[in-house]
């Protein structure tokens, strides 16, 4: 593998920066704040190429999970400049979440490698990856960051990285893997928006569970869940918000749930309507 380039930028309001990083593929912004470096990975007998991006965070700060939380940055992944690649798919670890002067965030803080399976066109040829990617990073306050990533990925290695291997095996678990035995949903207007209420079976995570709840449409917000435990039953509710006000569909098929706890998580795609 041959990395071409990995460049990042740093916005908030009156600091601005851009570097170029050359072999090896690392990255620091100004006082070490987060160093972002690219794992090569390994070709997968589907053909798919499994690599992966560490970032390696300064004490006491945090970066985010894919829905952030009531103050996170979410991050962004841009694939668009790349050749051989139709597609790249984050596998996310388990999250911890934080709360903040009574603001919940979802992320991660010390060390998090991201695996990322990238699906190419021609699965026998090399990938030219070539991406730009967006994340915060919060201490007190939170800053936006953008990096450029850049590598050549082979076909030749073929063995699995063990770093990234350890992380896929601290993905959520399966609805069916969790013993989810159903996942319900009604909905209910409110003045600028939905109210949707989600009762999920499933045995306990911890004593302390959380639960996010994400819409596949982004232009749509949604709020912290409240929560409510009674023995196999966890109920969920939150508030769908449209951020230009317009109606929208809610399809449930749209809707994921994500329970937390116990340094678990339980990823459910769906519900189906209350009887």
């Not at 829905?67 to 996310?92: E, R, V």
């Not at 329970?259 to 459910?268: E, F, K, R, S």
Request: glycine share 10%.
């Amino acid at each position: 593998m041959t990395l071409r380039s990995i460049t990042q930028g740093l916005a908030a309001a009156l600091l601005a920066f851009s570097g170029a990083l050359a072999v090896p593929a690392s990255a620091q912004i100004p006082d070490n704040v987060v160093e972002a470096t690219l794992i090569p990975g390994w070709r997968m007998d589907s053909g798919n190429h499994m690599t992966a991006l560490r970032l390696r965070l300064a004490p006491g700060w945090k970066t985010y999970w894919r829905a952030p939380g009531d103050a996170g940055i979410p991050p962004q992944f841009d694939w668009a400049g790349s050749d051989n690649l139709l597609a790249a798919k984050p596998h996310w670890p388990v999250p911890e979440v934080y709360y903040i002067n009574g603001l919940r965030s979802v992320g991660y803080d010390g060390e998090v490698i991201i695996p990322l399976e990238l699906l190419p066109e021609a699965p026998g040829e090399p990938i030219m990856l070539t991406g730009r990617i967006e994340i915060g990073v919060c201490e007190e306050i939170c800053i936006p960051i953008s990096f450029n990533v850049g590598a050549d990925l082979e076909t030749a290695q073929t063995a699995p990285n063990p770093e990234i291997a350890r992380t896929l095996g601290r993905r959520p678990l399966t609805r069916d893997e969790a013993g989810v035995a159903a996942a319900r949903c009604r909905a209910a207007p409110i003045d600028d928006g939905l109210r949707l209420t989600a009762e999920i079976d499933m045995p306990p995570l911890s004593r302390d569970e959380e639960a996010v709840v994400e819409f596949a449409d982004k232009t749509v917000w949604v709020s912290t869940p409240n929560s409510q435990r009674l023995g196999g039953t966890l109920t969920l509710v939150a508030d769908l918000v449209p951020v230009d006000g317009a109606p929208f569909i809610l399809a449930r098929s749209d809707l994921r749930f994500t329970v937390l706890g116990g340094g678990q998580a339980v990823d459910i795609l769906g519900c189906t309507a209350t009887s």
